[in-house]
């Protein structure tokens, strides 16, 4: 599935949508796991998983877009595991906010759960009001995504949910960075003087069967 809110890629500086798959029927859990890419369109891509809850400025949601064989694509994904008739859920949503300055911008949120549908979506509301409170921020517009496997008897299964983003990462790119929020950014201190041990001198090393020398080290 995927979210059908958004404008044309065209009109937007750094397009990207929501996305979700299952696999059910996995030899393995990596075997899982790349059905579930084939599913999300992602399959023919080269991908970065991105850390970090804020999108490049200029994001905006748009419909799903054929990706060219070989593409570099950042990709916020979560994924969730289930074995043997076990279920589980992912999901991922964005959110449009505005800072106290005014300034526009927008974030990322993504869960994993064992839990059911209802329930997980519920967490990753939860979780990106979270994110926005923490950073001050206003929220203008959002969508979620979350989707729920079944793993197949004696199989393993995956259920995924991403936020792709195919123009982040390319040269000539239409993204930037914004200002900087001193409020959210630990200041830098002086550091604190070295301090510098003054000690004796040490006393000459003697060699193996010479004779002691006289010399008188007292201050």
């Not at 076990?86 to 990322?108: H, K, L, M, R």
């Not at 002086?190 to 004796?200: F, Q």
Request: glycine letters at 8%; hydrophobic letters at 40%; charged letters at 20%.
């Amino acid at each position: 599935m995927y979210s059908s809110k958004g404008e044309h890629s065209a009109s937007v500086a750094c397009p990207g949508w929501l996305m979700t798959a299952v696999a059910p029927w996995g030899e393995n859990a990596e075997d899982a796991y790349d059905q579930g890419l084939v599913e999300l369109g992602l399959g023919d891509s080269r991908l970065i998983e991105m850390k970090g809850a804020m999108l490049p400025l200029g994001f905006g949601a748009t419909a799903p877009q054929a990706l060219p064989m070989g593409s570099l694509v950042e990709c916020h994904i979560a994924t969730a595991y289930s074995w043997n008739g076990s279920s589980a859920c992912a999901g991922v949503a964005w959110a449009a906010c505005v800072t106290p300055e005014g300034d526009e911008c927008a974030i990322v949120a993504t869960v994993s759960t064992e839990l059911d549908y209802e329930e997980t979506t519920l967490i990753l509301r939860r979780h990106l009001q979270r994110k926005l409170a923490s950073r001050d921020l206003e929220v203008i517009s959002f969508d979620v995504a979350v989707d729920e496997v079944t793993a197949a008897a004696d199989h393993h299964g995956v259920a995924m949910a991403a936020l792709i983003l195919p123009n982040s990462l390319s040269l000539g790119a239409r993204t930037g960075t914004g200002p900087v929020r001193g409020a959210l950014t630990r200041q830098a201190t002086e550091a604190p003087p070295k301090r510098v041990d003054v000690k004796a001198p040490a006393a000459p090393a003697l060699r193996p069967g010479s004779r002691k020398s006289n010399t008188d080290f007292s201050l």
